[in-house]
Structures are given as structure tokens and as C-alpha cells.
């Protein structure tokens, strides 16, 4: 893209960093300010920056634009804004200050780009919007766009398509209805080996990638779909590699009895804790130990109607430190671990019954990705099973513009914004889907 040419742009106006202590707003600004809009500009200012000077008259007064912002930075605790110092009479101030304004009013909004760009919105939202209009906009366009999807999505939770896609209306308020239950997936998650001291990160999945070191949780909404598509109502569900709460949170409020297995003890208390806020009757149970162990930890005489599980995706986030973790493997050990942990658990599972792994795929030392879904379906396959669905979840596009725009003219690398959903079936797939029956959660609430 070429540069602007600004030789021949004039400069009558002097522009400067001004000290707020020596600025006072306009005792007669008409426009008003609410604490929630003055927050929402606070927080733009802090997470873009400040690109509109503020309009000042000789005399200190803030004039025409910049009161709000004004306000904004003291909130933030800031000294001093970018400001252009004008030279005018109070009657010129007054006439600019009503056609600023007004002039912004006479604007309008293409709601199809609207739509469109806040549903590539990050998770951690868009300072003025309100994450409930997001998903409202985002759900009208759906519905505009296709009238059928909103029935096939109050039939199953989710079009029964492939491309199960998280930043549909439909798909956000029913995450919302999840977590007002109080699911806290991401506690548990800060510690190291014996809880000391080091804090671990993790991805989202169904939730969307973000540069910034935050702790993760399992998507409920897809965790629904799951049970819902694939566990008989009542099942029994075994997941070899536990981590946080939702999932057992979600199986149980859904009737099914989950068990999981996890390495560490902190993560498992905090599970815990959360399922006697939320949960009743079944129960999930958590398991201490390894899933290498799994035949040994589950008892031999209770196969499972459904496994279900996310597991770690290489080496790419540490949950602790403990050698038996495999976010703590060289890629080698992971490998050959992680296809004998799948090989168990598939071992545990029912005839003519499903199982489903999310997987995505990482880099490693030198860049080349090492083809974690394509090891899930080997060992699935190696212990008998068909491979029976592949489905891709689209998260929120988040940082993904800026990570593409820092590295892809370096590296030929394409930014991931997706996790791969893999269905399995044992035995005969027609059998197992009998056995899941008829699904229909119309008119049904977490």
C-alpha cells in the first residue's frame, strides 16, 4: 500500500501533548455522558490507543470534541491527552461543537458489514457493545440469512452440519445460558507440580485464541452437542483426559454419568467444588491418575456408552510439570503415549458405540506441524474403531488478522481459527446411532 503524500497538506493548527490538570471541560457541552459510556471509551483508550486529539480553546477550555475522553483518561488515571490548540470566538466554538455532533448522529450503519465484523469480534468483546447485543445482531443475520437454520438449531442445539461454527447467535446464547450456572472451568488451573508457584496456560477451545495469557475452558455448548448427538440419554461417558469442569458439569446436568481421569489433585478439588454448586444426581466423578492407566483406574466390568475428550495438544500450553503430563513430553514420549492413553480408552468403550476426540494440530521446534488429528486417527483406527465423522469447530477470529499480518510474509504460516472434532464409532455405526435414539432438545434449558 503506498504512503500519503502530506507535502502539500497545511498545518494551521498547533498540536501538542496537553497536562489534563490545566484542562477543564465545557460547562455547556449538550452532549451527555453516562458512567457506562464514559467506561466503555476508558477501555477503547487503554486497548487502542488515543487517535483523536482533544479540540481546546487558548484559554483551557476542552471545546467541539473530547469532553467524553476527557473524562475517560481520568478515570484511567492518565495526565495528559493529545490536543489541538484553536484560536476562536465563543460563537464559533459553540456552532463547530452542535455540528460535530450532530453531524455524527446523521450517520448510519450497514447492517450486513455490522453483523459481519462483530461476528469476527475477539472474545474479550468491543468496548460500547455489549456482548448480548453481539450475539442479537449475530443471531439476526443467521436468521435473516436462512430461516431453516434456526429451526434445525432449536431441533439439535446446532445445524447437524460439519462446520459447526461458534459465532452463530444461536450457538452464543446458548453458551450464555451454560454459563450463568456458575461453570468456572478455568479455576484449578494455576498451579504447578504439588501447587507451587508456577501458573500454566491453556487454549480455548470453541472460544477463540488470544494473545494474551489467559486460562482456558471447554466449550459447554459443544460439550451438549456431543452428548446430545452421540451418548445415549442416561449413558455412561469416559474421559481419558479430564482437565477443567465442564464437561463432567455439563454430562451431568444432561443425565449422563461422566467419569474423568486427571493428573492432578488441585484441578480435580476445584472440579469438585463447582459440581456441588451446580450439579445433582448423576454425579461426575473425577479420578486421580494417569490415562496411560486407564483400564486400571475404571472398573473392568462397566464399559462406556460414550468417550469424549480434549486432549493436550502437544507441548503447545504446560498444565504442570509432572513427568506423566503429556503437555510436559518431548514429541516423541507424547506420541507414543498419547496413541496407548487412546488405544485404553477406546478399549473401555461399549460396542456399537461412539466416541468423539477435539484436536488441533502444533508446530514443533523448526515449525513443521506434527499432525496431532492425523495420530488421533491412526490409534483410533489401530484399536478397531471407524472413523466415522471429521468436523471442524470455527472459533472467533480474534487476533488472528494481527498474528497473520506479523508473520505470514515471513513464515508462509496459516493462522489456525479451528479445532478438529473427530467422531469414531465401534462396531456399527447404524447400531450405535439406535442405541443414541432420536435427538430433539426443542424448548429444552441446560
Known amino acids: 500500500m503506498p504512503k500519503l503524500n502530506l507535502d502539500h497538506i497545511a498545518q494551521p493548527l498547533r498540536r501538542l501533548a496537553v497536562d489534563l490538570s490545566t484542562v477543564v471541560p465545557d460547562p455547556r457541552n449538550a452532549r451527555t455522558h453516562s458512567p457506562d459510556q464514559v467506561q466503555a471509551i476508558a477501555d477503547s483508550m487503554k486497548r487502542f490507543g488515543v487517535d483523536q486529539p482533544l479540540v481546546v480553546q487558548l484559554q483551557g477550555r476542552v471545546v467541539r470534541k473530547g469532553n467524553g475522553r476527557l473524562e475517560a483518561a481520568t478515570l484511567n488515571g492518565w495526565t495528559h491527552l493529545p490536543a489541538v490548540i484553536v484560536d476562536e470566538s465563543e460563537v464559533d466554538a459553540q456552532c463547530r461543537a452542535l455540528a460535530d455532533n450532530r453531524l455524527s448522529d446523521l450517520a448510519g450503519w450497514d447492517d450486513g458489514v455490522l ?24 443471531q439476526e443475520a443467521g436468521e ?9 438449531s432449536g431441533l439439535f442445539v446446532a445445524p447437524p452440519f460439519n462446520v459447526l461454527d461458534t459465532k452463530q447467535g444461536y450457538w452464543q446464547e446458548r453458551k450464555r445460558e451454560w454459563m450463568a450456572l456458575g461453570v468456572e472451568s478455568e479455576l484449578g488451573r494455576f ?11 491453556a487454549s480455548v477451545v470453541g472460544l477463540g485464541n488470544s494473545p494474551k495469557k489467559t486460562v482456558s475452558i471447554f466449550d459447554p455448548v459443544l460439550c451438549e452437542i456431543a452428548y446430545r448427538w452421540f451418548c445415549p440419554p442416561g449413558g455412561s461417558i469416559l474421559d481419558p483426559f479430564a482437565g477443567g469442569s465442564v464437561r463432567g458439569i455439563v454430562a451431568s446436568r444432561l443425565g449422563r454419568q461422566y467419569v474423568g481421569i486427571e493428573l492432578r489433585p488441585e484441578q480435580i478439588e476445584s472440579n469438585r467444588e463447582q459440581a456441588d454448586r451446580i450439579c445433582a444426581e448423576p454425579f461426575p466423578v473425577w479420578i486421580e491418575g494417569d490415562a496411560v492407566n486407564v483400564a486400571d483406574l475404571t472398573a473392568q466390568d462397566e464399559p462406556y456408552d460414550f468417550v469424549f475428550s480434549c486432549p493436550p495438544y502437544g507441548d503447545l500450553e504446560r498444565y504442570s510439570d509432572d513427568p506423566r503430563d503429556l503437555s510436559a ?43 496431532l488429528p492425523a495420530a488421533t486417527v491412526r490409534a483410533c483406527e489401530g484399536s478397531g474403531l471407524v472413523f466415522w465423522n471429521d468436523a471442524v469447530l470455527l472459533t472467533s477470529i480474534g487476533s488472528l488478522p494481527m498474528r497473520a499480518e506479523a508473520g505470514f510474509n515471513s513464515s508462509r504460516k496459516l ?5 478438529c472434532v473427530y467422531v469414531f464409532a465401534k462396531g456399527n455405526p447404524k447400531s450405535a446411532t439406535e442405541a443414541v435414539g432420536h435427538v430433539d432438545v426443542a424448548g429444552e434449558e441446560p
Open 415 to 419: 493462522v489456525r481459527g479451528y479445532q
Open 144 to 152: 435473516q440469512a436462512d430461516p431453516k437454520l434456526g429451526r434445525l
Open 191 to 201: 498451579k504447578g507440580e504439588n501447587g507451587k508457584g508456577r501458573v500454566f496456560t
Open 115 to 138: 453483523r459481519e465484523l462483530l461476528a469476527e469480534a475477539p472474545d474479550d468483546g468491543v468496548p460500547g457493545w455489549t456482548a448480548d447485543q453481539i450475539a442479537e445482531l449475530v
Open 329 to 371: 513430553m518431548d514429541a516423541e514420549t507424547f506420541d507414543a503415549t498419547y496413541a496407548a492413553c487412546l488405544s485404553d480408552a477406546c478399549d473401555r468403550l461399549k460396542p456399537d458405540r461412539f466416541a468423539v476426540f477435539v484436536i488441533g494440530d502444533v508446530r514443533d521446534k523448526r515449525g513443521r506441524l506434527r499432525g
